[in-house]
């Protein structure tokens, strides 16, 4: 399973750029580090679950989502 919300596409984004004056320092600066969406299980009208982010579960996304089968 993806790391990204399938209802509105949220995925994971890299931060923790440093500056040129601490990698200039003799600071051991750290590298990027790689964040991922709060996704959590979210029950649909048919009974089964999906994975999304609590942006959209909090939205109530979850509940217009509509089941093919």
Known sequence: MAKSCP?????TIIVGHYSNRVRATK???????RKYPNL???PLSDGSRI???T???KVGKH???Q???
């Open 67 to 69: 089941v093919i089968s």
């Open 27 to 33: 600071y051991n600066p750290t590298g990027n580090k």
């Open 55 to 57: 942006k959209c579960m």
């Open 51 to 53: 994975k999304i982010c």
């Open 40 to 42: 959590q299980w979210a």
């Open 63 to 65: 509940t217009k989502i």
């Open 7 to 11: 209802t509105c596409g949220k995925g």
